[in-house]
């Protein structure tokens, strides 16, 4: 993203509508991933693409890569896996190699950075991409099942904390196994 890109910033930020079943920006990117990687059929997208644009049902929205495995696995116990695997896969894509963490849920929730970034913890919310731990705002380390919601959060969390404050934080970017991942949101954000 250049200084002056921020339509990703203003997409995720302004929304305030009746919300869609999955963040309408990460969808698209994510689409676009498994796509130009070969890693969902043209139906597979169809069907993402209208599930994830679709009004939100049920306690909370999903990921684009819980609706993909979903489609992909009927047994819910068993999608967690195929959650993880289409993770690693546009972790790869996108030229990354990070690591899935275990361990995520049991961090404490980093109430003070929340407190302090309002708006930052509306769009991570909003992203399901929860702050695992922040050192003031220079070291600040986030989690998700996908890469591009990683992406995405970070280009964020830098936008907002340089305009208000003037710092640049080292952003780490951790891949959440997926029950991980639902209680960790559960804990921080109610969903």
């Given at each position: 993203?250049?200084g002056n ?63 993909l495995a ?52 509306t769009a ?68």
């Open positions: 993203m250049n890109d921020t339509s990703v910033l203003d997409g995720v930020a302004n929304q305030r509508s009746a919300p869609p079943a999955t963040d309408p920006i990460c969808l698209d990117q994510t689409s676009k991933l498994l796509q130009d990687h070969g890693l969902a059929t043209p139906d597979e997208l169809r069907q993402l693409k209208d599930h994830g644009l679709a009004p939100l049902r049920g306690p909370r929205p999903w990921d684009p890569l819980e609706f979903a489609m992909r696995v009927r047994d819910p116990d068993a999608r967690s896996v195929e959650v993880e695997r289409l993770g690693r896969a546009l972790s790869q894509a996108m030229g990354q190699q990070l690591t899935l963490i275990p361990f995520a849920s049991r961090m404490p929730t980093p109430a003070a950075f929340y407190e302090v970034n309002n708006e930052l913890s991570c919310e909003r992203l399901m991409t929860p702050v695992l731990y922040a050192e003031e705002s220079e070291v600040i380390g986030i989690g998700s099942i996908n890469p591009v919601s990683l992406r995405i959060a970070s280009q964020l969390i830098i936008h907002s904390l340089s305009e208000r404050i003037g710092t640049n934080p080292v952003i780490s970017r951790m891949l959440l196994h997926h029950h991980g991942w639902i209680s960790l949101c559960h804990k921080q954000f109610g969903i």
